[in-house]
């Protein structure tokens, strides 16, 4: 189970409030990312991240923010902002080579809200 | 960006029978696809993918197979056994990111 390390596994958020969820990986990765998972919505892409100091936004960003000041941790901050925060958050890292993308994934993060 | 679909988004078989689940994407310039596996309370992992430049993929009892022109592909259990049982994704690498489908849950009767 090495590799992608998520902290914490459970997150309980109270309203207006901010919070991050720990991601870290120890594959020497170039790329990272964060998935939302909802039930019966597979996996959808929130940010991710080719290189240090510089990420993307995916299909549902709004209301959620990330850094990458290390080649080895990439955390994302649900903010006040995201309404319906209440989810599986999955962290993953890759290597893109050879016209493969494999992505490695965390043990998840179950957000919920008070 | 990409879209992928997945179907069907259950499925029940019984021990020993084949599964089938079938994915659709819209961007001919996808040119991989990958299948991840998520059992209960776990994280994905992959179990099979396949290059654009093969039709067909076979490892022990799971296959994938591939139709460009129609844009679709497919992964294939054989001889199903219970630890077959988990949530399955199909995604296709598109502007180096990967689209995933909504999933299949994959249910083996003993």
């Known amino acids: 189970d090495g590799g992608i390390t998520q902290s914490p596994k459970y997150l309980f958020r109270k309203e207006g409030q901010n919070v991050t969820l720990s991601c870290e990986q120890n594959?020497?990765?170039?790329?990272m990312y964060w998935y939302r998972q909802d039930p019966g919505q597979g996996l959808r892409l929130i940010y991710y991240?080719?290189?240090?100091?510089?990420?993307q936004k995916g299909d549902i960003a709004e209301g959620y923010s990330v850094s990458r000041e290390k080649k080895e941790s990439f955390p994302l901050t649900v903010t006040s902002a995201q309404k319906n925060p209440t989810a599986f958050y999955l962290c993953?890292?890759?290597?893109?080579?050879?016209?493969?993308?494999?992505?490695?994934f965390g043990a998840g993060t179950r957000l919920s809200v008070l | 960006g990409e879209n992928v679909e997945q179907h069907p988004s259950t499925l029940s078989v019984q021990e020993g029978d084949s599964a089938v689940i079938k994915c659709t994407y819209s961007?001919?310039?996808?040119?991989?696809f990958p299948w991840y596996k998520q059992e209960l309370g776990k994280r994905p992992q992959l179990i099979i993918d396949?290059?654009?430049?093969?039709g067909e993929k076979k490892d022990q009892r799971i296959a994938v197979t591939l139709n460009k022109t129609a844009k679709h592909f497919s992964l294939h259990i054989t001889e199903t056994q219970p630890e077959d049982s988990a949530v399955y994704f199909c995604a296709a690498l598109w502007a180096n990111n990967l689209f995933f489908g909504t999933g299949t849950r994959l249910t083996v009767i003993p």
């Open positions: 991240s080719q290189i240090v100091n510089d990420f």
């Open positions: 594959l020497n990765h170039d790329a």
């Open positions: 396949i290059r654009s430049n093969v």
């Open positions: 993953a890292s890759s290597i893109l080579a050879g016209g493969k993308n494999i992505q490695y």
């Open positions: 961007d001919s310039a996808s040119n991989y």
